[in-house]
């Protein structure tokens, strides 16, 4: 019937915090805050947030910044591939700031 609950659970009770998308992209958006504020750009990121999209993956909203604040993370970026840092160089030992998907979606 049209009143019966799914799974014991009503639609209109979902919430992000029943996420793992949203656990992942909060993470991600507290790493970059941290690793923003270490650089002296936190205040050029106002609008830094995590965020889901319709289907429940985490999304880390950065919006807009000004020219020179980009072209200032750009030579933070080439500084780091320049020291070695890079997707050649492996874990580094850090836990992912993705969450995996459940088994059966893709």
């Known amino acids: 019937m049209r009143d019966e609950l799914t799974s014991g659970r009503d639609a209109a009770t979902w ?7 949203w656990y992942a992209a909060r993470n991600a958006t ?6 923003l504020v270490r650089a002296g750009l936190e205040k050029d990121f106002p ?7 319709a289907f429940g993956h985490g999304l880390v909203e950065l919006g807009r910044v000004a020219p020179d604040t980009a072209e200032r993370l750009a030579e933070l970026l080439r500084l780091a591939l320049a020291s070695g840092f890079g997707p050649d160089r492996g874990d580094l030992g850090h836990a992912p700031t993705t969450a995996s998907e459940p088994k059966g979606r893709t």
């Open 15 to 21: 919430s992000p915090l029943d996420s793992d998308g």
């Open 30 to 35: 507290t790493a970059l805050r941290d690793a």
């Open 47 to 53: 609008y830094l947030r995590a965020d889901l999209n």
